[in-house]
């Protein structure tokens, strides 16, 4: 009996793998045959997993256990994210730490050893939930990306840009986070970079200077800023109102004049008219705005709906303001903000503070100072620290990074040859590329790729190491590069090397982007600079897997990488899917208590279920994940292995060829062309439409509709090498999809070595008969209708009629196509005579019997006394089976039948024997060990039998 329990039926197909080597074999098979190159993008081994990381590693699985079927030789190599902020924000965590200052006071030492091992903890934790999804991979050969060799690789990377003139220092208005103390990148900010938070906006009196009680109204939600301003910024082309209220005037968009309520408006003018009106200072005493006259400028972006249509303008506190300010030229004054968001000194008293505990003090004094208008709530789209979730603020600060404008156009180029699936994140990247501002590298922190600059303060020569040989020939004390236990902060921060100009100098403390780390991967994992044959052997990557928002992180790293090294992609063909939500469409959050973690997921349903969630949705749409989706997979599964039985108890004697029967003929014409379908559908990366293809051969045409065909035919040899064959190869089909379900049901029918050694089925395309295909749809619906007009009738389908009237409308299939199929149609509909006829296709004819897309099916439902015996005998035949089945007999058991029946069955003797497997019949009952009574149609019956 082959039976399913989930999770502990699939320990015991990973035990069967472990204990044959099924996956060794598998690649000494495929070794050295055409290769198949894929590169996994690291996983972060930070936490364990949660459902939403096993989409892509089944994925991942999916397409590499695909290809491996068909014969080619892969790598295998997983690979484990190491660096970075998220790895140091969780390791504070567990020390208890809330800030830059406990990780120093801690010492660099102990907290960079504290990160490596939580990743050694968190990397074999994700390796074993890995397995037990199903993931084949070369585990123990991964890449970390904490690795010497991938940091020198970066190295060589940051050299090169350098040679080429893009690598630079600059100040920028940088998206920071206070808590961590760093910059976040552009690229950097992604879907989980945002998040709906409500502020406090505030309206500004600013009073225009040389006017009597004349004010322009300026909106801002960065009240904290307002110490920063330089000037206001109208819309040169919308038109602004002069409005009186309570012995006021001020000027607002015309748009938005409803905000003040009750009001006079006096007249209106353009935006232009306002530009170059000064306005008294909001902070005249605070030494940073000494000598500032702030003013009106023009800026086309002002909307005239944004708050007043009047905007607060901070060059040193907003990047578009910025902008803005080096083009009309404004003055920069000192950053409001230190790296901790402490106000710096020449901000009076608000100097020394930090501006998340006083931004209600700031509002108080903004109405002390006689110049708010009014404050109220507001919620709007605002960035935030995708690492610790903290709200980000805009600071000006100096940072590395290196200049894209050479590299945007080759990029460019390069993505549009590659092959993105969904077929609109090719057009994601590309609007990327459009927008892309120099990429921001560098990250004032400790745990990650140490940036090898050395700036000389001296002859300001900048020296940029690219390699460990290097470092060690400029390194001034050589025998402590030597002695180096790893290359990262604190230990490679001792190294000095001697300037050109003579002086010694050290290297910045800054490390790098953590992109920088998974983006050089394709040169770092694959031998770039150890044995470039190899390397071409498998670059360009043939496919990568990995969420949306991956396009302006990983593969935008990696394109970025690449195209400075090699000048090309790094990859060929890239899929990427959507988020996985909750069964209700809502995003998973511990908080909420809707996130499902992989261990609960796999031990409460089993990693097939999830695998089947997971290879059934289109990539472009997001998942709704659960146990109800689940519970369903779990019943289409359940009729997979009812099949399985089926085909073990029935298929006991296959011949070598294949019966000729149209059932036959169509089921196996319906195996090729799925084959054909399934390979297509997965080599265009459209993953679930096979695996929906797969379902419903399964379950509806193998199952449900063949089986039904040949119940009783299944004694014929030829008939069941259909059955058995068809069956196979549609479990082999769905091995790379369901592979512990797959292996089981080998092992427990087929009992090959492994269905994952199995080759990958190649349709025969002279055996897909469409036009068969094509009839058998229209017998399919014939019988529906005929079993609907049994059903109408209360007829049940073991009770024989004499005939059945197929009128065919005169515009459909011609008679002579469907007269060959009478026999499938009599045996399916249980009558003894198909009559086909024509009849013109007319909404005012009366439908005859039960209508169908290309006709109508009629029953003779007159039983004859013949016709009734036969029915009875039917429904006699059909409680020995029970009863066989409920004494738990297994169909070659043979028996010895009792009956007695108020109905003469004598000519169906042998027939019932036959079919109940009875060597001897008597029509009168004896003691039996097995019994059962009742009546049929009011006809009172006994059966007994003893087991042979």
Not at 79 to 105: A, M, P, R, Y
């Amino acid at each position: 009996m082959v039976s399913y329990n989930g999770f502990e039926t699939e320990k015991e197909v990973l035990e069967f793998w472990d204990k044959n080597k099924i996956f060794d074999k598998l690649r000494k098979r495929n070794k050295n045959k055409e290769n198949f190159s894929f590169l996994d993008g690291p996983i972060t081994a930070n936490n364990p997993m949660g459902v939403h990381h096993a989409w892509g590693r089944t994925l991942k699985d999916l397409f590499q256990r695909y290809k491996a079927m068909q014969g080619f030789d892969q790598r295998y190599q997983n690979g484990f994210d190491c660096q970075g902020l998220w790895l140091e924000v969780e390791t504070e965590k567990d020390l208890g730490f809330n800030s830059k200052k406990d990780i120093e006071n801690f010492g660099l030492d102990k907290f960079s050893k504290a990160c490596r091992e939580r990743v050694e903890k968190f990397s074999k934790i994700q390796t074993d939930q890995s397995k037990l999804l199903g993931q084949w991979m070369d585990w123990g050969n991964d890449y970390f990306t904490m690795n010497d060799d991938n940091i020198q690789s970066i190295w060589f990377f940051l050299k090169k840009c350098h040679e080429k003139g893009w690598l630079y220092k600059g100040k920028r208005i940088l998206p920071w986070c206070i808590r961590c103390g760093t910059s976040s990148s552009k690229h950097e900010m992604s879907d989980e970079g945002y998040a709906d938070l409500v502020h406090p906006s505030v309206y500004i009196k600013a009073k225009i200077k040389n006017r009597d009680n004349e004010y322009l109204l300026i909106w801002t939600t960065t009240e904290w800023t307002l110490s920063s301003n330089i000037a206001a910024a109208v819309n040169p082309d919308i038109n602004y109102s002069q409005v009186s209220k309570e012995g006021n005037i001020y000027y607002i968009s015309e748009a938005v004049v409803n905000k003040l309520g009750d009001c006079i408006v006096l007249g209106t003018i353009k935006g232009s008219d306002l530009i170059g009106i000064e306005y008294e200072n909001f902070y005249p005493e605070i030494d940073v705005q000494k000598g500032n006259n702030p003013r009106v400028i023009p800026w086309d972006e002002v909307g005239e709906k944004d708050g007043t249509g009047i905007v607060h303008i901070a060059p040193s506190c907003g990047d578009a303001d910025y902008e803005l300010g080096k083009k009309l030229k404004l003055k920069l004054i000192d950053a409001a903000l230190d790296e901790f968001g402490n106000y710096n000194k020449g901000y009076g008293w608000l100097s020394g503070k930090n501006v998340k505990d006083v931004k209600k003090d700031i509002v108080k004094d903004l109405d002390k100072r006689g110049i708010l208008f009014k404050v109220e709530n507001y919620k709007h789209r605002y960035p935030i620290c995708w690492r610790c979730k903290e709200e980000l603020v805009f600071r000006l600060d100096s940072s590395w990074f290196i200049s894209c404008d050479e590299i945007r156009p080759i990029m460019k180029k390069e993505s549009a040859k590659v092959v993105w699936y969904p077929e609109h994140v090719g057009k994601l990247m590309q609007d990327w590329l459009d927008n892309m501002e120099d990429w921001n590298i560098s990250r004032k922190r400790y745990w990650g790729l140490p940036l090898m600059f050395y700036e000389c303060d001296s002859c300001k020569n900048t020296e940029v190491i690219g390699s460990l040989k290097e470092l060690k020939e400029k390194a001034i004390d050589k025998k402590a590069v030597d002695s180096l236990p790893e290359l990262h902060r604190p230990w490679i921060d001792d190294i000095k090397i001697k300037c050109k100009c003579g002086k010694p100098i050290e290297r910045v403390k800054e490390v790098g982007d953590c992109w920088l780390d998974a983006g050089i991967v394709p040169f770092s994992t694959m031998k770039y600079f150890e044995d470039r044959d190899y390397w071409k052997k498998w670059f360009p990557v043939d496919l990568e897997i990995e969420m949306r928002a991956q396009v302006r992180l990983w593969f935008y790293a990696q394109l970025f990488m690449s195209v400075v090294l090699e000048g090309v992609a790094p990859y060929k063909r890239v899929l990427c899917y959507e988020e996985v939500r909750d069964e209700k469409g809502e995003s998973m959050h511990k908080s909420k208590g809707n996130a499902i973690w992989f261990d609960e997921a796999v031990q409460k349903m089993g990693a097939d279920v999830m695998r089947w969630q997971y290879c059934s949705q289109n990539p472009q749409y997001n998942l709704n994940f659960g146990y109800a989706p689940g519970k369903e997979i779990q019943r289409n599964l359940l009729v997979i292995y009812n099949l399985a039985n089926y085909v073990k108890q029935s298929c006991t004697n296959p011949s070598k060829s294949s019966s000729n029967d149209q059932a036959s003929l169509w089921i196996l014409s319906k195996k090729e062309k799925l084959k054909l379908d399934v390979t297509k559908f997965m080599d265009g990366l459209e993953y679930y439409k096979a695996i929906d293809e797969i379902k419903k051969f399964l379950i509806s045409d193998l199952s449900k509709a063949y089986v039904q065909a040949i119940r009783d035919s299944l004694e014929d040899p030829k008939v069941q090498k259909v059955l058995y064959d068809s069956y196979f190869e549609a479990i082999v089909l769905l091995a790379p999809f369901l592979p512990f379900t797959a292996e089981k049901i080998n092992l427990e029918v087929y009992n090959k070595p492994s269905i994952h050694l199995e080759k990958w089925p190649v349709a025969d395309e002279k055996l897909i008969d469409e036009d068969l295909l094509s009839n058998m749809n229209l017998i399919f619906e014939i019988i529906q209708a005929g079993l609907s007009s049994r059903d109408k009738e209360r007829i049940g389908v073991r009770w024989p009629l004499s005939s059945v009237t197929v009128n065919i409308y005169d515009d459909a299939k011609s008679l002579k196509d469907l007269g060959k199929f009478s026999e499938l149609i009599e045996k399916q509909l249980n009558v003894k005579k198909v009559i086909f006829r024509s009849k013109k296709r007319s909404i005012d004819d009366k439908i005859l019997g039960v209508q169908f897309s290309d006709g109508e099916v009629e029953l003779d439902t007159k039983l004859t006394p013949e016709l009734e015996n036969e029915g009875f005998s039917r429904e006699i035949m059909r409680r020995i089976q029970d009863l066989r089945k409920k004494s738990g007999l297994k169909k070659e058991d043979s028996i010895k039948l009792f009956i007695e029946f108020d109905v003469d069955l004598d000519k169906y003797k042998k027939s019932i024997a036959d079919k109940c497997g009875a060597s001897v019949l008597e029509f009168k009952m004896q003691d039996s060990e097995f019994n059962s009574e009742g009546d049929i149609k009011e006809k009172k019956f006994k059966i007994g039998f003893n087991k042979q």
